[in-house]
């Protein structure tokens, strides 16, 4: 398994594509990653989203469009696109799967394996892969995604980082920013928990 990432738009959204065996799996792909996809993958196997917001969702349809593949996204999430309540997509879209907690994926020979952490958006999930988490906006290196905007909730985001700092550790591929890896970041993530 090979991950390769490029960020995307003006929030510098993390795209990472999951090199596997038999094809790719492209995750949250924001504004511009469709033509970088189209580059970098051979045979794509499906577009998985760690949550609504548009930045990580922006080019799921033109990708889809292109490779006839399926967009799985945490059901809670889905009225992001469906609605597109900030008005900032280029068109609403149906994703194809509602993903709920604890939902196994099996693509080229690998699971994939949504977690719901709510608070930053109602669906907020992690997606975890062999060793690895794709972390979304839930966790940053040294940060935690925001949980003041419309739809965020502070009560749930405590809840989720109590939720994770009992899982073990993975190497973190965050939303934005660099690589980091959940045991380093159990100090923070406790000090985020306590000060929410
Ligand atoms: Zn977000």
Same mark, same amino acid.
């Given at each position: 398994?090979?991950?390769?990432?490029?960020? *995307?738009?003006?929030? &510098?959204?993390n /795209?990472?594509?999951?090199?596997?065996?038999?094809? $790719?799996?492209?995750?949250?792909?924001?504004?511009?990653?469709?033509?970088?996809?189209?580059?970098? %993958?051979?045979?794509?196997?499906?577009?998985?989203?760690?949550?609504?917001?548009?930045?990580?969702?922006?080019? /799921?349809?033109?990708?889809?469009d292109?490779?006839?593949?399926k967009?799985?996204?945490?059901?809670?999430? #889905? *009225?992001? /696109?469906?609605?597109?309540?900030?008005?900032?997509?280029?068109?609403?879209? $149906?994703?194809?799967?509602?993903?709920?907690?604890k939902?196994?994926? $099996?693509?080229? &020979?690998?699971?994939? %394996?949504f977690?719901h *952490?709510? =608070?930053?958006?109602?669906? %907020?999930?992690?997606?975890?892969? &062999?060793?690895?988490?794709?972390? =979304?906006d839930?966790?940053?290196?040294?940060?935690? =995604?925001?949980?003041?905007?419309? *739809?965020?909730d =502070?009560?749930?985001?405590?809840?989720?980082?109590?939720?994770?700092? $009992?899982?073990?550790?993975?190497?973190?591929?965050?939303?934005?920013g660099?690589?980091?890896?959940?045991?380093?970041?159990?100090?923070?993530?406790?000090?985020?928990?306590q #000060?929410?």
């Amino acid at each position: 398994m090979q991950i390769i990432s490029r960020s *995307f738009g003006i929030y &510098g959204t993390n /795209c990472y594509v999951v090199v596997l065996d038999d094809g $790719e799996v492209i995750i949250d792909p924001g504004d511009g990653a469709y033509e970088w996809v189209k580059r970098v %993958c051979k045979n794509p196997l499906a577009i998985l989203c760690t949550h609504g917001h548009f930045d990580h969702v922006y080019d /799921c349809l033109a990708i889809k469009d292109e490779f006839k593949i399926k967009i799985y996204i945490p059901k809670d999430d #889905a *009225f992001m /696109c469906q609605n597109d309540p900030f008005g900032l997509l280029k068109a609403k879209f $149906e994703p194809d799967i509602m993903v709920d907690d604890k939902d196994e994926i $099996e693509l080229g &020979g690998v699971k994939f %394996c949504f977690h719901h *952490f709510a =608070g930053h958006t109602p669906g %907020c999930s992690v997606i975890t892969a &062999g060793e690895v988490m794709f972390s =979304g906006d839930f966790i940053f290196k040294d940060s935690i =995604g925001r949980y003041d905007f419309p *739809f965020s909730d =502070g009560k749930l985001m405590k809840k989720s980082l109590y939720k994770v700092l $009992e899982f073990k550790n993975y190497k973190i591929y965050p939303g934005h920013g660099e690589p980091t890896t959940l045991d380093s970041q159990r100090s923070s993530l406790t000090r985020w928990a306590q #000060a929410i």
